[in-house]
């Protein structure tokens, strides 16, 4: 069974720009959640989308959206991107119960100059 | 809400040495907890589970973790460190009510000759 895949998996983005980033789960799972990863916060949870719909949400600014469509498949949005938007992030997928495994990709790597 | 603790964000061992990573959990409620790795430029890999069956959890490539309520530890273990375990390792929480995981801040193994 194919693993969880990012899209892109690095990007080079100014200040002031949008980016959008994309991932698709392994296949059945329904749950997908967004983690931000950077050398001073550490990882931190973005959000988690199931059926479509935002199930659970961290401590973000809205400028940081995300949705899932119906096969699943997720995408984030940064909008106005900062320098300190510059991370590591992190798609992870499981099935639709809570609590169960998470199985991460390999993340994209985004550079806000 | 849950919380994880890594103790000591660098440990060094030696190849064929005792490989011992400290994660001391809070939580409200019982707790899903995990351990991932984490190769440089790559995602988080699972490398174990604690979900209530048994107290002693094996993972892969020979780790093992053992969960401790009356101490709230879940430290990762090796009997024997290889050059190819040098990485970095973070234990995590979740409850049965939310798919979000908290992390710890990590622990970079350094494997030496």
């Known amino acids: 069974k194919a693993g969880v895949t990012q899209t892109p998996r690095y990007l080079i983005k100014t200040r002031g720009q949008q980016v959008t980033l994309s991932c698709s789960p392994i296949?059945?799972?329904?749950?997908v959640s967004w983690y931000q990863q950077t050398p001073g916060q550490g990882l931190q949870f973005l959000f988690e989308?199931?059926?479509?719909?935002?199930?659970n949400k961290g401590n973000f600014p809205g400028r940081f959206s995300g949705r899932q469509f119906s096969n699943s498949r997720s995408e984030m949005n940064v909008s106005t991107l900062e320098l300190g938007d510059s991370a590591l992030y992190l798609c992870?997928?499981?099935?639709?119960?809570?609590?169960?495994?998470?199985?991460f990709g390999p993340g994209t790597r985004l550079l806000v100059l | 809400a849950q919380s994880v603790t890594q103790l000591g964000s660098h440990v060094s061992v030696s190849e064929g040495a005792l490989v011992l990573l400290r994660c001391n959990y809070s939580?409200?409620?019982?707790?899903?907890l995990f351990w991932y790795v984490q190769y440089p430029n790559q995602g988080l890999q699972l490398l174990l589970k604690?979900?209530?069956?048994?107290?002693l959890v094996k993972g892969i490539n020979g780790f093992e973790a053992e969960f401790k309520k009356s101490e709230t530890s879940f430290h990762l273990t090796k009997p024997s460190a290889h050059m190819s375990d040098a990485a970095e390792y973070f234990c995590?929480?979740?409850?049965?009510?939310?798919?979000?995981?908290?992390f710890g801040t990590g622990t970079r193994l350094q494997v030496t000759l």
């Open positions: 995590a929480v979740t409850t049965g009510t939310a798919s979000k995981l908290t």
């Open positions: 939580s409200s409620v019982p707790p899903y």
């Open positions: 989308y199931f059926s479509e719909t935002q199930r």
């Open positions: 604690y979900t209530s069956a048994a107290t």
């Open positions: 296949s059945g799972h329904r749950s």
């Open positions: 992870a997928s499981s099935l639709d119960d809570r609590g169960e495994t998470q199985y």
